[in-house]
T-cell receptor, first 114, second 116 residues
Framework: AQSVAQPEDQVNVAEGNPLTVKCTYS??????LFWYVQYPNRGLQFLLK??????LVKGSYGFEAEFNKSQTSFHLKKPSALVSDSALYFC????????????FGDGTTLTVKP | EAGVAQSPRYKIIEKRQSVAFWCNPI?????LYWYQQILGQGPKLLIQ????????DSQLPKDRFSAERLKGVDSTLKIQPAKLEDSAVYLC??????????????FGQGTRLTVV
């Protein structure tokens, strides 16, 4: 069975500092990996995805994520955090052998302080 | 481009009552998903449609939950009878069919259900 772990419930960073939100996964076959962000009272929004190719993928709002196959990780990063980045972030993995079923992590709350 | 539309936004019902949620996906999106998101947890897939056929409903509690997508466009999710543990946000999402597996999902704002 596929699974996603987001080991940190909460990440706090100061504005202007780099941020990392961690994600590890377990899946059969090649993984398709996604990051979504959820702002209060709004639906999940797609940030970026890894399908194949370069291990570093770039997405919306200056975010990027690094795929590491040996460590089965897909950490979300941003070089310089903004207060407006404060939100709930979800990592998801999709199994390419199971009709594309997605499994989400339990989320990490990012708080960026001025 | 219009997003995924869901209604109602909020619903409060008593246990053992029934409730239905409606979703209209983005035009042209063949795949439609219903997720349940309990507070403090990530979304859990309940059912996935491809056009009007069910692709995955392995986590749908079929004794009380049902869903349909009769014309391959909009969809309804029903709970009958509701239990206290059904209190959650119900999210609808859609994605392009294409290769199916590598396309991201677009989510609606969700319906927050409270069962009292």
């Amino acid at each position: 069975a596929q699974s996603v772990a987001q080991p940190e419930d909460q990440v706090n960073v100061a504005e202007g500092n780099p941020l990392t939100v961690k994600c590890t996964y377990s899946v059969s076959g090649n993984p398709y990996l996604f990051w979504y962000v959820q702002y209060p009272n709004r639906g999940l929004q797609f940030l970026l995805k890894y399908i194949t190719g370069d291990n570093l993928v770039k997405g919306s709002y200056g975010f990027e994520a690094e795929f590491n196959k040996s460590q089965t990780s897909f950490h979300l990063k941003k070089p310089s955090a903004l207060v407006s980045d404060s939100a709930l972030y979800f990592c998801a993995v999709r199994d390419n052998t199971n009709a594309g079923k997605s499994t989400f992590g339990d989320g990490t709350t990012l708080t960026v302080k001025p | 481009e219009a997003g995924v539309a869901q209604s109602p936004r909020y619903k409060i019902i008593e246990k053992r009552q029934s409730v239905a949620f409606w979703c209209n996906p983005i035009s042209g999106h063949a795949t439609l998903y219903w997720y349940q998101q309990i507070l403090g947890q990530g979304p859990k897939l309940l059912i996935q449609f491809q056009n009007n056929g069910v692709v995955d409903d392995s986590q749908l509690p079929k004794d009380r939950f049902s869903a349909e997508r009769l014309k391959g466009v909009d969809s309804t999710l029903k709970i009958q009878p509701a239990k206290l543990e059904d209190s959650a946000v119900y999210l609808c999402a859609s994605s392009l069919l294409s290769q199916g597996l590598n396309t991201e999902a677009f989510f609606g704002q969700g319906t927050r259900l409270t069962v009292v």
